[in-house]
């Protein structure tokens, strides 16, 4: 194992504890709350034990308690950015970008004093690794990273409840599918989905909701085309 290794398993590791093992609920409560959310607590476990687990490094125990301490002190901190009037609407871009900065700040201060064992005694390719955190990534990532492009921009919500859930899932699995015809190389493929994509449509008139899902929909692609395109120029 090598640093970009650890590093990109320290992002997957904050997939999971940002994304996919936290409700919305429980991100709007931590949000809404501060220190005093009841979830807190929880997610600084879920985060030390994500981070820990996946450096795949015994030694690496003290930096995930470093890396789960100070997830939770910005998320503890992120309801005073929230109500920010300069920088609230950027919240989310600040928040995400002092996670990831301090993951790679550790991992690197451990490979600086540490040896680096392989995982096992088992060698993992780094396209296996790039693969597994492009797709994941496509999923509940990127479906929260679209929504607050939109809340940046101003842009409303124009869909009722059921239909931001359907959108959800119809988004993360086209970006599924045009992620995997760009990695097959396949972007006839993709030019063929966006079109099939295109059939959809609203009551005539209703102008605004069709632009909203365009909006989202061309955010989808770009994000599951750029990935793409990024594991294939380093994979």
């Known amino acids: 194992m090598n640093l970009i290794t650890l590093i990109v398993l320290q992002f997957i590791a904050h997939l999971f504890t940002d ?21 807190l607590i929880k997610h600084f476990i879920i985060a030390f034990t994500t981070s820990w687990l996946f450096s795949f490094q015994v030694k690496f125990l003290c930096f995930a308690l470093i890396i789960a301490a ?14 920010h009037k300069l920088i609230g609407k950027y919240a989310f871009y600040i928040d995400q970008t002092l996670h990831i900065s301090i993951l790679i700040i550790a991992s690197i201060i451990f490979n600086k004093y540490f040896t680096l064992h392989k995982v096992y ?26 929504k607050q492009i939109f809340n940046t921009v ?20 086209e970006r599924l599918l045009a992620l995997t015809f760009v990695l097959q190389g396949q972007y006839e493929a993709v030019g063929f989905l966006i079109a099939a994509k295109s ?13 909203y899902v365009l909006i989202g929909t061309m955010l989808s692609f770009a994000i599951a085309i750029g990935v793409g395109i990024l ?5």
Request: aromatic share 12%.
């Open 19 to 39: 994304y996919f093992l936290q409700s919305d609920e429980q991100a709007k409560e931590k949000n809404e709350e501060g220190f005093k959310s009841k979830f």
């Open 70 to 83: 100070t997830h939770v002190t910005i998320d503890g901190l992120k309801k005073y950015i929230n109500n």
């Open 121 to 146: 005694g088992i060698e993992i390719e780094w396209q296996v690794i790039l693969y597994i955190v492009g797709y994941l990534f496509c999923l509940k990532p990127s479906n929260i990273l679209i």
């Open 154 to 173: 101003s842009i409303t919500d124009q869909t009722n409840d059921d239909l931001e859930k359907a959108g959800r899932l119809i988004g993360a699995l």
């Open 199 to 211: 059939i959809l449509r609203f009551k005539e008139g209703d102008t605004k909701k069709t632009e």
């Open 231 to 235: 594991i294939k120029k380093y994979a």
